[in-house]
């Protein structure tokens, strides 16, 4: 998969890493499409982007991505606007901090409306287009969160092992397609979405600012390794270390760390 001269969606767009993907892009793609809710910051976003790169066409679409038939009526409106996607980033994504009883059920549903299901529908819809083309690229924004159980961050951890997962398979699925198959796992980067999961609620587990990677070389490092036809990307040298590790443990090790770690 190559960006050059590209049609890219990207969800999640109003913020974010979903802004960096549509920076980054700008100067490589010849169209990008811009989903979320918050309309008023993509069209910033747009009128940003087109006066930097004058010759790139974007389009802007409100979508609510918990609502499934909002999610076939984006998905209508391609069809019917001729916009052929070539390269899906599946970005969008919701957390909620803290335990399970006490999390509101509202907003777990949410959750896995938004990161799996979206996600699910999206790739559904756009895949086999690529496949016929024998061209195309899907990035789906996984996390860290999904190599492990976390307690207290239960629903969203498990929604990103359902997003490693799912990529991993269909990547071999597409294997000779012409279809690449990425998953972008992030560790801490500072935007507003842990504020978000925290909601009213204090940050149980503030995460040392030796962790965190900027949010526009978490973008670079998913379209470098969807460029490079990489499975899994791990932005950062201390999430790669901590990851490669994490993921040697044992789980009845891990259990008991994840008790050390809510006792302290």
């Known amino acids: 998969m190559k960006i050059h001269g590209c049609t890219a969606l990207v969800t999640g767009a109003s913020a974010g890493i979903g802004q960096e993907f549509a920076r980054q892009l700008a100067a490589h793609a010849r169209t990008v499409v ?3 809710r918050r309309e008023d910051r993509l069209i910033q976003l747009r009128d940003e982007l087109i006066a930097a790169h004058p010759s790139l066409q974007i389009y802007v ?3 609510d991505l918990c609502d499934s038939r909002q999610i076939r009526e984006l998905c209508d409106w391609l069809t019917t606007e001729k916009i052929i996607i070539d ?4 970005n ?3 957390g909620d901090l803290g335990t399970f009883d006490t999390a509101d059920a509202a907003r777990l549903e949410e959750i896995v409306l938004v990161n799996v299901n979206a996600l699910t529908l999206l790739t559904r819809a756009l895949l086999p287009g690529m496949i016929s083309r024998r061209n195309g690229g899907i990035l789906n924004v996984s996390s860290c969160a999904g190599f492990l159980p976390i307690p207290d961050f239960a629903v969203y951890a498990a929604s990103k092992a359902y997003v490693t997962s799912f990529s991993e398979a269909l990547r071999v699925e597409t294997r000779g397609t012409g279809v690449t198959v990425t998953a972008l796992c992030p560790g801490p980067v500072h935007t507003e979405f842990t504020k978000v999961a925290a909601g009213t609620r204090p940050q149980h587990y503030p995460s040392p600012e030796w962790v965190h990677v900027p949010a526009t070389d978490v973008a670079r490092a998913g379209l470098d390794a969807l460029e490079q036809d990489r499975a899994v990307v791990i932005p950062g ?3 790669k270390v901590a990851m490669f590790f994490t993921r040697l443990t044992p789980m009845p090790l891990l259990r008991l760390a994840g008790r050390f770690r809510r006792r302290s």
Not at 87 to 90: D, G, M
């Open 34 to 36: 811009l989903i979320a």
């Open 61 to 63: 679409r409100r979508v």
């Open 87 to 90: 390269l899906l980033i599946n």
């Open 92 to 94: 969008a994504g919701l």
């Open 237 to 239: 040298i201390v999430m």
